[in-house]
């Protein structure tokens, strides 16, 4: 069941959340394209609007995770 167009920033929001719940339910080699647009609900293409790859889209998703546990790592040692 495909989902309306949305704009890219929560797309691609959506996409990297989709990865990072299949690789802790799945493991990491169960994240494809298609498992990823299954899991957010749009086609395979979609994905390619947004990201030109799957390794674009965990690279993405890793700078996100280290840019999270630097902000908490500041923020504990601002305490």
Do not use: C, P, W
């Amino acid at each position: 069941m495909a989902q309306r167009r949305k704009g890219t920033t929560i797309r691609k929001k959506q996409i990297m959340h989709a990865a990072r719940k299949l690789i802790m339910r799945s493991g990491s080699e169960h994240v494809t394209i298609k498992n990823i647009a299954k899991e957010v609900g749009i086609s395979d293409s979609a994905i390619y609007r947004h990201f030109n790859s799957k390794m674009q889209i965990l690279s993405f998703l890793a700078d996100s995770l280290t840019d999270g546990l630097i902000i908490d790592f500041r923020i504990s040692n601002a305490i």
